[in-house]
């Protein structure tokens, strides 16, 4: 029977995932950090726009350009196919509903990915708020009110629009994976991040960068703001990636096959 192209894309996803959960732990630790570092210029350069615009959060025009730079992050992740932890909770989901891998596989590739993307992430902010402010373009006070955005929420926000933020991201895996050129890739990167951006949902990784920026330069975000941050980002987003994506999509597609 002639596949359809629903299931060429599945087909696509579940070789691409298992070729990443069958990867060496050193190779998805590293490209994990280089992600987490990667993904920081997309935080950064929303610093720089609140340092340089007259406007601010609230104000449209300067909405639409921090959304549009929100994205740059994840357009050099993705193209440059670093391993990204929002990513696999979609990609590395499907082989083991299909029962291809494991689960304890599944959560081996998960942990490795997301201690080297927090890691790089640090690493990335470090130098950031040492270096940037130096140059002119960016203030301690654009860090700090971009940490205040996501953290000045109510806790169960943080989790539910947290899963509307790895919905999204389950989502852009899927249709990367059916996108067939390098510029339609490019405008898929943009449109679903810079949405997640504009929403100001919480983004596990890159919102990693964002408090980690008014952790180390304000004390209006505490250490306990940031882990409650961390926790419930990376626990919505893991809920929205793996069951409105990978187990939705794998279940409408296997059973429109029979």
Not at 126 to 135: F, N, Q, S
Not at 201 to 218: K, M, Q, R, T
Not at 243 to 254: E, R, T, W
Request: hydrophobic residues 55%; negative net charge; charged residues 10%.
């Amino acid at each position: 029977m002639e596949q359809t192209p629903t299931r060429d894309v599945l087909d696509s996803l579940i070789e691409n995932g298992l070729h990443e959960i069958n990867r060496e732990w050193s190779g998805l630790l590293l490209s994990g950090v280089s992600a987490g570092l990667d993904i920081g210029f997309g935080p950064l350069m929303m610093a720089v726009v609140l340092t340089l615009s007259q406007g601010g959060f609230g104000d449209l025009t300067t909405e639409l350009l921090l959304a549009s730079v929100y994205s740059v992050g994840f357009i050099f992740v993705i193209l440059g196919r670093s391993e990204l932890f929002t990513e696999h909770t979609t990609l590395a989901v499907i082989p083991v509903l299909d029962r291809q891998a494991s689960v304890r596989q599944l959560t081996r590739l998960w942990g490795l990915v997301y201690v080297g993307n927090i890691v790089g992430g640090f690493l990335f902010t470090l130098l950031a708020v040492i270096l940037m402010p130096g140059l002119g373009v960016v203030s301690p006070e654009a860090f700090e009110e971009i940490a205040l955005k996501l953290v000045s929420h109510e806790i169960q926000w943080l989790f539910v629009a947290g899963i509307f933020a790895g919905w999204l991201m389950g989502l852009l895996a899927w249709l990367i994976t059916a996108a067939q050129e390098t510029t339609s890739r490019i405008f898929l990167i943009w449109i679903v991040t810079a949405t997640i951006g504009i929403l100001h949902l919480p983004h596990s990784i890159a919102g990693n960068v964002e408090v980690l920026f008014g952790l180390f330069v304000s004390p209006a975000i505490s250490p306990l703001d940031y882990l409650m941050f961390l926790l419930l980002a990376t626990l919505g987003n893991a809920f929205g990636g793996a069951i409105f994506v990978g187990a939705l999509k794998y279940g409408h597609v296997v059973r429109g096959a029979n």
